[in-house]
């Protein structure tokens, strides 16, 4: 069986990913962390840009049924209401009008990622790339809080020059407009790699455990195994491609100097300085990642 | 083995996308880009700047079409529908959120009520090994011209290369030029014993891992796709429309012009189908071929019938391929 076959294979009988419970626990921090951010970003969201959105949507539907007049009217409330918005703040150049949170987990066995990663190599290499779409498609394991906003430097005038376009009756061109201009809501990601938080989490009880001078054999068990389950969750990120080798490489690094410093029940502070901040300097780039992307879409 | 799970904070909010979601379903997304020597390349190319040359979008007639077959799609498979087996889902999903608020009795009710829609179906169905529970349409229309279709896989090959598989991700998930009617479906063989299993840890007291089981069981939720690729459904219009040229006795100097052009639309729709990746580079190499034999057999007007037989075969052969795509086992979209 070649590696593609293995991958299909892979895919079909995938092995599940058992969380330990240290995991478990970090996940849940994880979760609770997201939810907190995600409300606080909901505390942004400007009701009158939400019904400006909201009204837009319902104009387009109008136009769609011909109803130029219904447009008009929906289409006049909703520059009305991003006059109040812009009033208010007129420096605001994005209008939150929602915030989402989505998970997406691929709850396979690392060997299982790494295989459907090779196939999807393959794919690529072969010009099939429908099908290495569709294996990269929910390959991750994430939560994103998304952001969605009106470029208020754009919208306002674009639903003028629609309401322009009706007024000449050309409906059609109208309707052409409008759906580009929904489009333009610009959709803001903040991304939390769950492998690379988990393994954040578990440093951090490794971390406490290490300066710990007088640790109990339990202890050290508990420290060993806390730095065994971040190494196989950094692992995890590696193949999932949150980061890129020399991230890795450099974190395995100071994994296994961490190990020899801690080794024979040594303890010690300051250890997990630079593993640390390097794991949150990558989780700072991840988290700017989607952005760039957004950027474009708003466009 | 994926979960997903996506939360909508409020019911307006839930709404607003709905609605949002819904005017995408007539609309073309926009891909998600990642790489900023692609975003400048997509910035030079506006959305809905085409090349005059090139056709962007389906002909009216296969969009027609595509419209038409989905839609029939969609309606069989939602008849398909087992009303239990939707109802147990959502008991899961309901039984997970009560183990997050702490409510472990409302859970057990939750997974209780779910073990017995699931007892119904195999009751009723015992011949069922995947019970769908939900069937969506979704359009996803990159738009661009041929160039800009290749820069990406060319991106994506990059970034898959430098071990950027998030990038690569990104850079694909919108990337498609094709209409998809997606079913998820319950796999009875496993599911129903996981939600019993999950029962059972709650019963012991063991509440997170009855919610990481039912985590689990969700990722286990099939999902089947039929794809109705636009540009390889383009080229049979074109090709359809070139062999009933072909087959005309005695053309006209027109009818001759129109042939060309129609060969030429269908090889240009390959073209982009070959950008979009929906075949391998040997598969459109071989339907190039037959198009120059096509080509060179009619000049001169002559009138040949059975010529089209090989190529119409082959596109449909890309078509049902592209349905057939691994990932069987896919996404369980949750909202709330």
């Known amino acids: 069986?070649?590696?593609?076959?293995?991958?299909?294979?892979?895919?079909?009988?995938?092995?599940?990913?058992?969380?330990?419970?240290?995991?478990?626990?970090?996940?849940?921090?994880?979760?609770?962390?997201?939810?907190?951010?995600?409300?606080?970003?909901?505390?942004?969201?400007?009701?009158?840009?939400?019904?400006?959105?909201?009204?837009?949507?319902?104009?387009?539907?109008?136009?769609?049924?011909?109803?130029?007049?219904?447009?008009?009217?929906?289409?006049?409330?909703?520059?009305?209401?991003?006059?109040?918005?812009?009033?208010?703040?007129?420096?605001?150049?994005?209008?939150?009008?929602?915030?989402?949170?989505?998970?997406?987990?691929?709850?396979?066995?690392?060997?299982?990622?790494?295989?459907?990663?090779?196939?999807?190599?393959?794919?690529?290499?072969?010009?099939?790339?429908?099908?290495?779409?569709?294996?990269?498609?929910?390959?991750?394991?994430?939560?994103?809080?998304?952001?969605?906003?009106?470029?208020?430097?754009?919208?306002?005038?674009?639903?003028?020059?629609?309401?322009?376009?009706?007024?000449?009756?050309?409906?059609?061109?109208?309707?052409?407009?409008?759906?580009?201009?929904?489009?333009?809501?610009?959709?803001?990601?903040?991304?939390?790699?769950?492998?690379?938080?988990?393994?954040?989490?578990?440093?951090?009880?490794?971390?406490?455990?290490?300066?710990?001078?007088?640790?109990?054999?339990?202890?050290?068990?508990?420290?060993?195994?806390?730095?065994?389950?971040?190494?196989?969750?950094?692992?995890?990120?590696?193949?999932?491609?949150?980061?890129?080798?020399?991230d890795f490489r450099e974190f395995h690094e100071q994994i296994a100097e961490i190990r020899r410093k801690a080794s024979g029940g040594k303890s010690g502070m300051g250890w997990f300085d630079a593993l640390r901040s390097g794991l949150d300097d990558l989780l700072g780039r991840l988290r700017h990642r989607q952005a760039k992307a957004e950027g474009k879409e708003a466009t | 083995m994926i979960l997903r799970i996506r939360h909508h904070m409020t019911e307006r909010e839930n709404a607003e996308l709905k609605h949002e979601e819904n005017k995408n379903m007539i609309q073309s997304r926009t891909p998600r880009v990642a790489i900023p020597a692609l975003l400048a390349l997509l910035l030079a190319l506006p959305i809905g700047a085409h090349a005059q040359s090139e056709p962007q979008s389906p002909t009216p007639e296969t969009q027609a079409e595509i419209g038409r077959r989905a839609e029939e799609e969609l309606k069989a498979r939602k008849a398909d529908v087992v009303v239990d087996a939707e109802a147990a889902l959502a008991q899961t999903k309901r039984a997970i959120e009560a183990i997050r608020a702490g409510d472990r009795a409302g859970a057990i009710a939750a997974l209780a009520t779910a073990t017995g829609k699931l007892e119904l179906v195999i009751t009723r169905r015992p011949e069922l090994a995947l019970a769908p529970v939900a069937a969506i349409i979704e359009v996803v229309d990159f738009i661009g011209d041929i160039d800009a279709i290749r820069a990406v896989p060319a991106e994506a090959s990059l970034a898959l290369a430098s071990g950027r598989y998030q990038s690569a991700r990104l850079l694909l998930s919108g990337f498609a030029s094709e209409t998809v009617v997606r079913v998820q479906n319950l796999p009875m063989a496993t599911y129903p014993a996981a939600i019993k299993e999950a029962a059972r840890l709650l019963d012991a007291g063991r509440d997170d891992e009855a919610a990481n089981a039912l985590r689990a069981a969700l990722a286990t939720i099939v999902v089947t796709e039929t794809v109705f690729p636009h540009p390889l459904l383009d080229a049979v219009t074109h090709l359809e429309a070139a062999k009933a040229l072909v087959e005309t006795e005695g053309r006209s100097a027109e009818q001759n012009q129109a042939l060309i052009a129609a060969l030429d639309a269908a090889r240009t729709s390959l073209e982009r189908a070959e950008a979009f990746g929906y075949g391998t580079r040997r598969e459109f190499r071989n339907l190039y071929g037959e198009i120059r034999d096509i080509e060179r057999r009619t000049r001169g007007g002559v009138s040949i019938t059975g010529l089209f037989t090989g190529i119409l075969d082959s596109v449909r052969g890309l078509i049902a391929g592209a349905s057939g795509n691994p990932q069987q086992t896919s996404g369980n979209p949750q909202q709330k």
């Open chain 1, 1 to 246: 069986m070649n590696d593609a076959d293995k991958g299909a294979e892979a895919m079909k009988e995938p092995q599940t990913h058992v969380e330990t419970p240290a995991e478990t626990a970090a996940r849940a921090e994880i979760e609770q962390s997201a939810r907190e951010q995600t409300e606080a970003r909901r505390k942004d969201v400007t009701p009158e840009a939400a019904e400006a959105l909201r009204m837009t949507a319902q104009a387009l539907d109008a136009l769609n049924a011909s109803d130029a007049d219904t447009a008009i009217n929906l289409l006049e409330s909703v520059t009305g209401k991003l006059e109040i918005v812009t009033a208010r703040d007129p420096n605001l150049a994005l209008a939150p009008v929602a915030v989402t949170m989505e998970t997406v987990e691929v709850a396979i066995s690392t060997a299982g990622l790494e295989l459907i990663r090779d196939e999807a190599r393959d794919a690529m290499r072969d010009g099939e790339v429908q099908r290495a779409r569709r294996l990269l498609r929910d390959f991750a394991s994430e939560t994103i809080i998304t952001i969605r906003s009106l470029p208020l430097a754009t919208y306002p005038a674009a639903i003028k020059e629609v309401v322009r376009l009706i007024d000449d009756d050309k409906l059609s061109e109208a309707a052409q407009k409008l759906r580009k201009t929904l489009a333009s809501v610009v959709e803001t990601d903040i991304v939390l790699p769950h492998p690379l938080l988990i393994a954040r989490h578990l440093l951090r009880e490794a971390q406490a455990l290490s300066e710990k001078s007088d640790r109990s054999s339990e202890e050290e068990a508990r420290l060993t195994k806390a730095l065994d389950e971040a190494a196989a969750n950094l692992e995890r990120a590696e193949i999932l491609g949150y980061g890129t080798k020399k």
